[in-house]
Each structure stands twice: as structure tokens, then as C-alpha cells.
């Protein structure tokens, strides 16, 4: 296993080896934050939202329960020689800020070289789908999405970029709305070469 898996598995490992709180407890502290910011959770239009916010962060947050390695079991070897880049760009994605718990909504843009083996293309939109569904930074997530691809099909090379907004600078702080972060990783053939690179760009544009 890679080095850069390996360490992604064992931090998610990690973050798992506690006893997780049950439903009720959960709806209970949503209870708390209500009453925290002001409000009356036993108010007619309340009285539900504490089951409704942990039913909807069972969705939203789903990503914990599934790992990203096993939807990459599956390659198919009749590529007819196949060997130039597969791109998948413009994957929506809404993820969540692990600092703030605020939306990251963004598009991810995945591109590997094959060798010899490739990917059904749902895989890799599943793969960015599982890693945005926890709490993430954007740049842990595309190194994520790169390293976990890279292991998986073992390729020539591997890039990945995503542009995001993060809510956490549009809805407080600073309140810049509309700006973007921009981050990358690259393994392989479009670590090494610069040309590479530069050709995963343009198809970008």
C-alpha cells in the first residue's frame, strides 16, 4: 500500500475509535446548540428539526460509512491499447469545513494515464463523492482523491484538481462572496513531467 494511503486509512481508523453517540444523544445536542444560539426547540416549528438535522447529516456526512478503496475494486483490461489520458472534469461536489462545519461547494476535475487498466468513469465521481461527504480542508480532499486513484489502479500518473468556495470566508469572517481556492496533486507522469501537466490544464479550458 502506499505510503500516502496508508496514512489516509490509518488517520481514518483513528478518527472512528471512539463509541459513537446514539440517535438521541445526537438529537439532544442539536437540542443544546438551539438553545445556545436563542431559540426555543419546543416552539411549533422546532419541535422536529433535532430529528430532521441528524436524519439530513446521516446523508450529509455519509461518506464515514463507506471507503473509497473498495468502489475502486473493479477495472476492466480491454482498452484496445488504449493509453492517453482519461479525463472526468466537473464533478459537483458540496463537502463541509472540518474547522467551521460550513458548506465547500466546488467541482473536482480528475484525470489519470492508464496502464494497461482502466476505471468505469461513476467510479471516479464516486470517489470524490464519499471523500466530501465528511468534514474535510480541500487540500487534504484532493490529495485524497489523487492518492487513493494512484493505489487503486496503480497508473502512469494521476492529477487531480479542485475549485471550491468555502462558505466559512463567504458566510463569516471576511465575507468574501464569490472567490475560489484552487489546489492540486499530481502523481506519476504528471508529477514528473511538466508537459503532462501543462496538457491537463488546457483540457481544462
Same mark, same amino acid.
Given at each position: 500500500?502506499?505510503?500516502?494511503?496508508?496514512?489516509?486509512?490509518?488517520?481514518?481508523?483513528?478518527?472512528?475509535?471512539?463509541?459513537?453517540?446514539? !440517535?438521541?444523544?445526537?438529537? /439532544?445536542?442539536?437540542?443544546?446548540?438551539?438553545?445556545?444560539?436563542?431559540?426555543?426547540?419546543?416552539?411549533?416549528?422546532?419541535?422536529?428539526? &433535532? !430529528?430532521?438535522?441528524?436524519?439530513?447529516?446521516?446523508?450529509?456526512?455519509?461518506?464515514?460509512?463507506?471507503?473509497?478503496?473498495?468502489?475502486?475494486?473493479?477495472?476492466?483490461?480491454?482498452?484496445?491499447?488504449?493509453?492517453?489520458? @482519461?479525463?472526468?472534469?466537473?464533478?459537483?461536489?458540496?463537502?463541509?469545513?472540518?474547522?467551521? +462545519?460550513? &458548506?465547500?461547494?466546488?467541482?473536482?476535475?480528475?484525470?489519470?494515464?492508464?496502464?494497461?487498466?482502466?476505471?468505469?468513469?461513476?467510479?471516479?465521481?464516486? @470517489? @470524490?463523492?464519499?471523500? /466530501? !461527504?465528511?468534514? $474535510?480542508?480541500?487540500?487534504?480532499?484532493?490529495? $485524497?482523491?489523487?492518492?487513493?486513484?494512484?493505489?487503486?489502479?496503480?497508473?502512469?500518473? @494521476?492529477?487531480?484538481?479542485?475549485? /471550491?468556495?468555502?462558505?466559512?470566508?463567504? +458566510?463569516?469572517?471576511?465575507?468574501?462572496?464569490?472567490?475560489?481556492?484552487?489546489?492540486?496533486?499530481?502523481?506519476?507522469?504528471?508529477?514528473?513531467?511538466?508537459?503532462? $501537466?501543462?496538457?491537463?490544464?488546457?483540457?481544462?479550458?
Amino acid at each position: 500500500m502506499d505510503a500516502s494511503v496508508r496514512k489516509i486509512v490509518e488517520e481514518a481508523a483513528a478518527s472512528m475509535s471512539y463509541e459513537r453517540p446514539s !440517535r438521541d444523544e445526537a438529537e /439532544a445536542a442539536v437540542g443544546v446548540l438551539l438553545r445556545w444560539i436563542g431559540e426555543d426547540p419546543t416552539r411549533e416549528g422546532l419541535i422536529d428539526t &433535532p !430529528r430532521r438535522v441528524v436524519k439530513a447529516y446521516e446523508e450529509i456526512f455519509g461518506g464515514y460509512g463507506q471507503e473509497p478503496a473498495d468502489i475502486l475494486t473493479r477495472t476492466f483490461d480491454e482498452v484496445a491499447g488504449y493509453d492517453e489520458m @482519461v479525463l472526468v472534469r466537473d464533478i459537483d461536489f458540496i463537502s463541509h469545513c472540518e474547522h467551521h +462545519m460550513v &458548506p465547500i461547494i466546488g467541482k473536482a476535475h480528475v484525470a489519470y494515464q492508464p496502464d494497461g487498466r482502466v476505471l468505469g468513469l461513476s467510479k471516479i465521481a464516486r @470517489v @470524490v463523492d464519499i471523500y /466530501a !461527504r465528511r468534514l $474535510q480542508t480541500q487540500e487534504a480532499m484532493t490529495e $485524497q482523491v489523487a492518492a487513493v486513484i494512484d493505489a487503486a489502479l496503480t497508473p502512469k500518473g @494521476v492529477a487531480v484538481m479542485i475549485e /471550491a468556495e468555502h462558505m466559512c470566508m463567504s +458566510m463569516r469572517g471576511i465575507r468574501t462572496k464569490g472567490s475560489s481556492t484552487v489546489t492540486s496533486s499530481f502523481f506519476g507522469s504528471f508529477k514528473n513531467d511538466r508537459s503532462e $501537466q501543462a496538457r491537463f490544464l488546457s483540457m481544462l479550458k
